[in-house]
């Protein structure tokens, strides 16, 4: 049930981020001095938003396998979870390690 739930909400959750990323990314190529237009610029390139998003997405994507695998026939539902679960931890702190020290630094 939770993988469920966690799928809708995180697919809402990835349309309103990927928005938000194009809309401000937008800003990035403006001219404009204005302090508004530099403000929604700075949104774009935002840690904790690009965090969020690269956590959705792995979580997503690897709940939406394992949906398909079960679909398929995959009796083992409690055995997917947790793959699907360590996998994406791991994929996730790969993420944060890479990005703390080469983006962030």
Do not use: P
């Not at 993988?3 to 928005?19: E, K, N, Q």
């Not at 390139?45 to 695998?69: Q, S």
């Amino acid at each position: 049930m939770f993988v469920w739930i966690f799928h809708r909400i995180s697919g809402v959750l990835l349309i309103f981020l990927i928005g938000f990323q194009l809309f401000t990314g937008f800003f990035q190529a403006s001219a404009s001095s204005s302090g508004l237009v530099k403000t929604v610029a700075d949104l774009h390139k935002h840690a904790t938003i690009n965090c969020v998003m690269v956590f959705l997405v792995i979580f997503h994507a690897l709940y939406g396998v394992r949906t398909l695998l079960m679909d398929l026939g995959v009796k083992a539902e409690k055995l997917l979870f947790w793959v699907c679960t360590v996998l994406g931890l791991v994929l996730f702190a790969v993420f944060l390690v890479l990005f703390l020290t080469l983006v962030r630094a």
